[in-house]
């Protein structure tokens, strides 16, 4: 299989090109400066050079804050950069796997969000990423849109990078308990990604490690874990506190919990628990930078 991914140089790009690389299928590779999707030229010509069986396209404007002072940015990349390049796969027959978030949803809900309710994104971050589902929906005749939260791997930065490098600095930090989500690590995320679209089960998908947490409880997990599995102690005293102790530009959701409806009823692997994944990350991460 020819696989085409975009966004290849950034933290969930670099474990799929790995990852499908190891599995044996021919990577095409391209980062924003080998391929610009903003201009739909150069994705027909970068499509028509590669000729790909799917296109994973992993490339975003993902800087939630900025996003809501460079809307035309962030609209750019994320609805006509998609829009550019499902044109491009369309016109070689390509499968088009769309990288999307759970920012899509208001936050609101009680209840884990299903692949079909309703959207009601907050922030431009959040709009423009649904835009360039809409476009994908629209315009794709074989597509899946992949949603995912709280994304951590050993590329790029990260909140587990973070936490790791300021329980190093600090003796205290406060840690938002009012936000609950699902982490996600990006190995097991492409994993999915791998199995997914050797398939034709097309259509939209919620996919993150499983179980839920607080970000409160996801640090506090990070120096637990960091410590029972590989003796690496932090003195750091995590304390929670609420989102309003800390104000952003852009607003959060509430609750990034999603179910996995898609997954079961198409008979695919689900991901496993996120703190069975962020135990491996650590691991490696960690050995790594010893």
């Known amino acids: 299989m020819k696989v085409l991914v975009t966004g290849a140089e950034g933290q969930l790009g670099k474990d799929v090109v790995s990852l499908f690389q ?38 975003a404007y993902t800087a939630v804050d900025q996003a809501e002072q460079e809307v035309d940015a962030a609209y750019a990349v994320n609805a006509v950069g998609t829009r550019n390049m499902v044109l491009a796969s ?28 309703n959207t009601n994104p907050q922030s431009i971050y959040g709009k423009s990423k649904r ?40 003796q205290v930090l406060n840690v938002v308990n009012d936000q609950k ?8 995320l492409a994993s999915f ?20 947490c607080t970000w409160y409880e996801f640090a506090k997990a990070i120096f637990e874990e960091a410590g029972e599995g590989l ?13 309003e102790d800390f104000p952003r530009p852009a607003p959060r959701p509430r609750n990034s919990v999603m179910e996995h409806l898609s997954i079961r009823t198409n008979g695919l692997k689900d991901l496993r628990p996120w703190r069975e994944g962020l135990r491996e990350f650590l691991l490696v991460y960690l050995t790594i930078n010893k």
């Open 22 to 59: 190891q599995a044996g299928h021919t990577v095409f590779p391209f980062d924003r400066h080998s391929l610009d999707i903003t201009t739909l030229e150069t994705c027909f010509l970068r499509l028509n050079e590669t000729e790909p069986d799917v296109v994973i396209h992993c490339a």
């Open 90 to 117: 369309e016109k070689v027959g390509a499968k088009f796997c769309y990288i999307s978030t759970d920012y899509v949803f208001d936050g609101m809900s009680e209840v884990p969000y299903h692949e079909y309710d």
């Open 131 to 170: 835009a360039g589902e809409i476009l994908v929906q629209s315009l794709s005749s074989a597509y899946f849109i992949v949603r995912t939260s709280w994304v951590y791997g050993l590329h790029g930065n990260n909140f587990v990078k973070t936490m790791l490098r300021l329980g190093e600095q600090q």
């Open 181 to 188: 989500g699902s982490p996600t690590y990006t190995v097991d």
């Open 193 to 212: 990604l791998l199995e997914l679209v050797q398939t034709e089960k097309y259509g939209i998908y919620h996919a993150s490690n499983t179980d839920s």
């Open 231 to 243: 003796g690496k102690t932090y003195s750091v005293q995590v304390n929670p506190c609420s989102t």
